[in-house]
């Protein structure tokens, strides 16, 4: 809930921004004619939101276009990357709704790298995460494409002498019904060009709405289902390269020396490079490239880190938790409450460290040359990736060409550069274009993992159980630090303490964070639901114990802690109601239940799950309820939360890295398992209808899935667990 609002106060800090230089809304949208005619209409944001970011004050640069050229072709620049989130239908729908035409009449057309062009107003600068694509996009995609409607609608009233209340847009044509007189968008285009962006702006009633709110098709998945669609391991420009890597076993190590005479003599290996921490083998395939990096013989350097054992970071954590946190959030008296509690219930959780497993291994295709460079790649901080690119080549922003493609999976993986960087130093050392490809392997193994995390939670309770404090220490490391300091404030990491309280409310509350950093050289980064995700797993189990300690069912305790939010209230109740809480299951079977704000939107789980003498937990069935205020698309949101509930299954259950001699254990999907087909459980989603701004919905099922099914392994088993993911051998029954 920090996170989310942190989000809010940085719009309300843009609104402001606005209303300081005396702009209006309109300020934002400015038209002009587009490159070989027709009409180019740009979305301009205040760059003015963050203070580290801050341009100059009241300037505004355009955000995204829409394009509509002389032949009806209607294109959306995309700022946010596409991984199969679904941004691409949802955010064109928004135009669409708009300009009355229909989804299969807008194209896509990936952004280049460009914070000034493309800033997420979120995040304040080009980022595609957070679950922010659709939140960020509500408001002004809507705009724009209303104001190109009226824009239309005013050029053919123009021409054709009448009213422009006279006249309406549908299917692409303006319309004038008194003279029967129609005219494609193409034909108004260049006069439309010409004329003022409206002064206000009228956007349709959500009532009147006849694509936003339905069920409308994937346009990106005909091509990714014949096998169309480009994502980054596609590109295939001319004298194309292909190099793998090998970087040093232990975390921080560099390379010593590398022996690659029997390299060399693979058939198609041309090139052996060597950068400061790796090795890199450039063939004219894959194959070729893989048997010479097997064929080197590598002596590397391994440093400081070389007995390094998940053990010790383990221990590190919990002597950090000993000391005196910055404080979060702080509310009423919670020392003092302790004082006259009837009952003080504490308990430590773990949460593991994590990879991101994307599909698509890591790949970034460059081709350095001396006055210029290209980048292929999928990722989603578009602008940074070239930016890193204009740095290392030494070349000016400008001649770096970014190209943008599918992603095969983020997750929050290609929120990083380290990949794309190390491409262009091998490009520097290539004569043409080279694809570096990692291997699954070498994901896994060198990864910018979730950091391992450690809660400490104390809670004073009154004589009926219920909390009149409520504390919870989070200690790990601050990604936010790194990654966008505008969210490292005072000592805290105001990601990693997002949500940290759950949605309850508490008569006294305090929520601190200490710092501690994983060993030198050991990446940790986002992993899909970033703070929300790591919180919402260990509060909800926490909450569940406090419920069973109280000797009250667990969504009844819940209930007596949200009577100052009726939404949280109607998503557990919609979820209790349709999983039939509360009727009886077979014996090794249990229910478990979890509730979050996140993202801007609400969720409750139910879990069912039966539970093996061996101790193997089988998650049948997953009931979830959801508030996310408005929506867009109905099947997009139901498959972004059965694909959360998936990639939250799988951590739940199998996901750990661990580390011993300072090498990650863990190498591909053999040892890092993620959940098979046959593991599935039985998905049902239920919306709880409301007409507040939308939330996001790519991370909140990923979040809420963990609790709900540890919470209901203690219901089939009465055996609470405290650290993920879940271990068998502590539910043998045998």
Excluded at 305 to 315: F, L, R, Y
Excluded at 360 to 386: F, I, M
Excluded at 622 to 641: E, F, H, L, R, S
Aim: overall charge negative; proline content about 5%; aromatic content about 6%.
């Amino acid at each position: 809930m920090l996170l989310d609002r942190l989000a809010n106060s940085l719009l309300d800090r843009a609104a402001a921004s606005i209303d300081a230089t005396g702009l209006s809304r309109r300020t934002f949208l400015t038209a002009s004619a587009a490159a070989g005619g027709g009409l180019l209409l740009s979305i301009g944001l205040p760059r003015a939101i963050l203070p580290a970011e801050a341009a100059e004050a009241g300037s505004f640069a355009p955000n995204a276009f829409i394009r509509i050229g002389r032949d009806d072709k209607i294109t959306l620049v995309m700022p946010y990357a596409e991984m199969g989130q679904g941004t691409d239908t949802s955010i064109a729908m928004l135009i669409a709704e708009e300009l009355e035409v229909g989804l299969d009449q807008v194209q896509i057309e990936h952004a280049t790298g460009d914070d000034k062009l493309y800033t997420n107003p979120l995040i304040g600068e080009q980022v595609t995460g957070g679950s922010t694509a659709v939140r960020a996009s509500w408001d002004p995609m809507r705009q724009a494409g209303a104001a190109a409607r009226m824009m239309l609608i005013a050029a053919a009233a123009q021409a054709w002498q009448v009213e422009a209340t006279d006249c309406h847009a549908e299917k692409g044509t303006v319309f004038h019904a008194a003279s029967n007189r129609r005219a494609p968008y193409g034909d108004l285009a260049d006069k439309a060009a010409g004329l003022p962006v409206p002064g206000k702006v009228a956007l349709k009633d959500p009532k009147d709405f006849t694509l936003v709110g339905t069920p409308a098709k994937r346009t990106d998945s005909p091509g990714k289902v014949n096998g169309t669609a480009m994502y980054g391991l596609d590109v295939r420009p001319p004298g194309l390269k292909v190099a793998t890597v090998a970087a040093c076993p232990v975390i921080g190590g560099k390379l010593g020396s590398v022996d690659d005479s029997q390299a060399k003599v693979v058939k198609g290996v041309r090139q052996i490079v060597r950068l400061d921490d790796a090795v890199a083998v450039v063939a004219d395939h894959m194959g070729a490239a893989k048997k010479g990096l097997a064929a080197l013989q590598i002596t590397w350097d391994e440093g400081a880190n070389a007995h390094v054992s998940t053990a010790d970071i383990v221990a590190q954590l919990e002597a950090a938790a000993a000391k005196p946190g910055a404080v979060a959030r702080q509310e009423g008296d919670v020392d003092a409450a302790l004082k006259t509690a009837a009952s003080k219930f504490e308990a430590d959780y773990h949460l593991p460290l994590l990879a991101h497993a994307t599909m698509e291994p890591l790949n970034c295709t460059v081709h350095v040359q001396k006055d210029s460079c290209d980048v292929w790649v999928g990722n989603q901080v578009q602008n940074r990736a070239r930016a890193a690119a204009a740095r290392i080549t030494g070349l000016p922003f400008e001649k770096v060409q970014y190209h943008s493609y599918f992603l095969g999976g983020g997750f929050g993986r290609r929120l990083e550069i380290d990949y794309v960087e190390q491409a262009v130093r091998i490009a520097q050392q290539v004569d043409g274009p080279v694809k570096v490809i990692w291997t699954r392997e070498e994901d896994i193994q060198h990864d910018v993992y979730r950091g391992h995390n450690f809660s400490r939670f104390a809670a004073g309770l009154d004589a009926n159980g219920m909390p009149v404090s409520f504390e919870h220490r989070v200690v790990g490391p601050a990604v936010m630090a790194r990654f966008l300091p505008v969210l490292f404030k005072d000592g805290v990491d105001l990601d990693i303490v997002d949500n940290a309280a759950g949605p309850y409310g508490y008569p006294n509350l305090r929520i601190d964070y200490v710092r501690q950093e994983m060993p030198t050289g050991l990446a940790t980064g986002n992993w899909r639901g970033v703070g929300v995700t790591r919180n919402t797993a260990v509060v909800e189990g926490f909450i569940d114990e406090l419920a069973h300690n109280a000797g009250k069912d667990p969504v009844e305790y819940r209930r007596a802690l949200l009577d100052k939010d009726p939404r949280a209230r109607a998503v557990l109740d919609l979820a209790a109601q349709k999983s039939s809480w509360g009727q009886p299951m077979p014996a090794g079977s249990g229910r478990g239940i979890s509730l979050l704000l996140g993202f801007g939107t609400y969720m409750a789980q139910v879990a069912e799950v039966a539970v093996d003498k061996n101790g193997q937990v089988a998650v049948k069935r997953v009931v979830c309820a959801y508030d996310c205020g408005m929506i867009v698309n109905p099947d997009t949101i139901k498959a972004q939360i059965e694909g959360g509930i998936m990639y939250g299954l799988s951590a739940a259950l199998y996901g750990e890295i661990t580390l011993k001699d300072g090498r990650v254990e863990q190498s591909n999907f053999d040892s890092y398992q993620v959940l098979r087909i046959n593991e599935a459980p039985a998905i049902e989603v239920y919306r709880v209808e409301n007409s507040e701004a939308p939330g996001g919905m790519g991370e909140p099922a990923t979040s809420g899935i963990a609790p709900a099914v540890v919470n209901a392994v203690f219901a089939a088993t009465g055996k609470r667990l405290r650290k993920l993911p879940i271990d068998a051998s502590q539910l043998k029954s045998a």
